[in-house]
């Protein structure tokens, strides 16, 4: 009996890390940015301007708004371009062909429809 209970844990605790490991596991996708607008404006305390970038993927359309704080130049992320777009559970970041990457909260998402 005692057996049984070592054996039966061992394959609770495996499968709780499996499916916690699962959805620690962010999805890289191949993407367009569709559009890049500003959000909110600059204070003295916050210098920093924050940008919603809009992304299109293959399925859905993701609004990611760049991090307070952070630094974003608007002109190495240029609309209609490729770019590589990670998600993981509501954090993005999105990096673009010369290696420039911009981490951001998504904020939005919707499906794409299928022309019809």
Request: proline residues 2%; charged residues 15%.
């Amino acid at each position: 009996m005692r057996l049984l209970s070592r054996t039966a844990l061992a394959v609770l605790l495996a499968g709780a890390l499996t499916s916690t490991s699962a959805l620690a596991a962010a999805l890289i996708q191949t993407a367009t940015i569709k559009d890049l607008q500003t959000v909110g404006s600059t204070t003295k305390k916050q210098k920093h301007q924050q940008y919603d970038l809009i992304i299109d993927t293959s399925s859905n359309e993701y609004v990611c708004r760049s991090k307070l704080g952070s630094t974003l130049k608007p002109t190495q992320f240029v609309v209609g371009s490729t770019v590589q777009f990670k998600q993981n559970g509501q954090n993005g970041e999105v990096k673009n062909s010369a290696g420039n990457n911009v981490k951001c909260g998504i904020v939005r998402v919707a499906a794409l429809s299928s022309p019809q």
